[in-house]
């Protein structure tokens, strides 16, 4: 189980999730490892692929939610970012945002083994 120590080293904003987790550690880190294997994280990249921009801003805002409650501050940054782009349908390459979001998912999942 993943420790507070490595997600503060991983960037996450520890001390703003806790309380939202009763300050319960074991709670926290069990949450952080279900959301690293959100099926919504392949949802997103599916619907980008297609270039379905309303589904993508469905499971971006779905996204937001996970992330920003858990204040997992690497994969909440550019989450916000795509979510807010998505909401207007910008007309853009989100690439670069989803392998951002895809690769900072990728590094927690490891640190959660």
């Known amino acids: 189980m993943i420790t507070l120590e490595q997600l503060r080293a991983w960037g996450a904003d520890v001390d703003e999730a806790m ?16 959301a690293v294997e959100e099926p919504t994280f392949d949802r997103l990249r599916e619907a980008l692929e297609a270039g379905d921009l309303d589904k993508a801003f469905e499971y971006a805002h779905a996204l937001k939610g996970v992330t920003g409650n858990l204040a997992l501050t690497p994969i909440d940054r550019p989450v916000r970012e795509i979510t807010e782009l998505l909401r207007s349908r910008t007309d853009m390459d989100y690439g ?16 959660c083994k």
């Open 19 to 34: 309380p939202r987790c009763l300050n319960n550690e074991a709670f926290y880190s069990r949450l952080v490892g279900k």
């Open 96 to 111: 670069p945002l989803l392998a951002e979001i895809l690769s900072q998912r990728d590094a927690l999942r490891e640190l």
